[in-house]
Nanobody
Framework: QVQLAESGGGLVQAGGSLRLSCAAS????????MAWFRQAPGKEREFVVR????????YYADSVKGRFTISRDNAKKTVYLQMNSLKPEDTAVYYC???????????????WGQGTQVTVSS
């Protein structure tokens, strides 16, 4: 079992930066690949980025490539999402999720956090 809790969201102007954190509890955190998803009002949950259990492999959605960076610290049981050059279209609730499978589909993720709101003003 893994429990996840996101933090770090907020209101930022376009072009600004935010760093999200996802703290995990449970002894098997390092066995899971982790990902960030986001969901804007009226839209489906969207894959943003994932990272392998070791941190050695990452995969980004085209919409965030070059602007967002995912990382993880297995000793701290935490995953981070550094978001730079933010755009109004990045506004959404951001969720972290855990899976034992390399995937971009939300249906293949086993554990979810409660989400953190990111709002980018123009």
């Amino acid at each position: 079992q893994v429990q996840l809790a996101e933090s770090g969201g907020g209101l930022v102007q376009a072009g600004g930066s935010l760093r999200l954190s996802c703290a995990a509890s449970g002894r098997t955190f390092s066995a899971y690949a982790m990902a960030w998803f986001r969901q804007a009002p009226g839209k489906e949950r969207e894959f943003v980025v994932r990272i392998s259990w070791s941190g050695g492999s990452t995969y980004y959605a085209d919409s965030v490539k070059g602007r967002f960076t995912i990382s993880r610290d297995n000793a701290k049981k935490t995953v981070y999402l550094q978001m730079n050059s933010l755009k109004p279209e990045d506004t959404a609730v951001y969720y972290c999720a855990a899976t034992t499978r390399p995937a971009t589909s939300p249906s293949l993720y086993d554990y979810w956090g409660q989400g953190t709101q990111v709002t980018v003003s123009s």
